[in-house]
């Protein structure tokens, strides 16, 4: 695995979605450890941001608060059931499996989520329209990230 700044962009961004202060991923003889730490309350703005370690160490940011959208009760969220990178469609020239005002049955696949090299189908649990897709192709979902809505 070629470890480049997108990648590792990615899993700061997840690290910083989800909470995390520290994620390990191995993949081959790749071994890429980053850790946050979060600022000095008192110190914070005056001291220099630490050195990078050899293991990719990244610095917290400045904590911002998430709104997350809520759905009418009639809509159900289709939640990320693992961490990977987002696909809509099964291969890159592919029309994508759906689109915002499809209707979907329980069972249809929605997208695909690659996982260590594994395209993982994730399909609907629910019989409805999909009124809301909520990542770009591409971006790599956190678990239990919101990735439809589907109005039921």
């Known amino acids: 695995m070629d470890l480049n700044k997108k990648i590792l962009d990615q899993l700061v961004e997840l690290m910083q979605r989800d909470g995390l202060d520290r994620l390990r991923v191995r993949v081959g003889d790749l071994d890429v ?62 029309p994508v499996f759906v689109n915002v005002g499809d209707t979907v049955s329980e069972g249809q696949v929605l997208c695909i989520l690659e996982a260590m090299k594994l395209m993982n189908e994730i399909v609907s649990e629910y019989d409805g329209r999909v009124v809301k897709i909520c990542m770009n192709d591409a971006d790599l979902a956190s678990l239990h990230q919101e990735l439809f809505w589907i109005e039921t």
């Open 33 to 94: 450890d980053l850790r946050m730490t979060p600022p000095k309350s008192h110190d914070a703005a005056s001291s220099p941001p630490p050195p990078p370690h050899a293991h990719a160490t990244a610095a917290a940011p400045q904590t911002h608060t998430e709104r997350r959208d809520e759905a009418p009760p009639n809509v159900r969220k289709v939640l990320a059931p693992l961490v990977g990178v987002f696909y809509r469609a099964p291969a890159p020239n592919a």
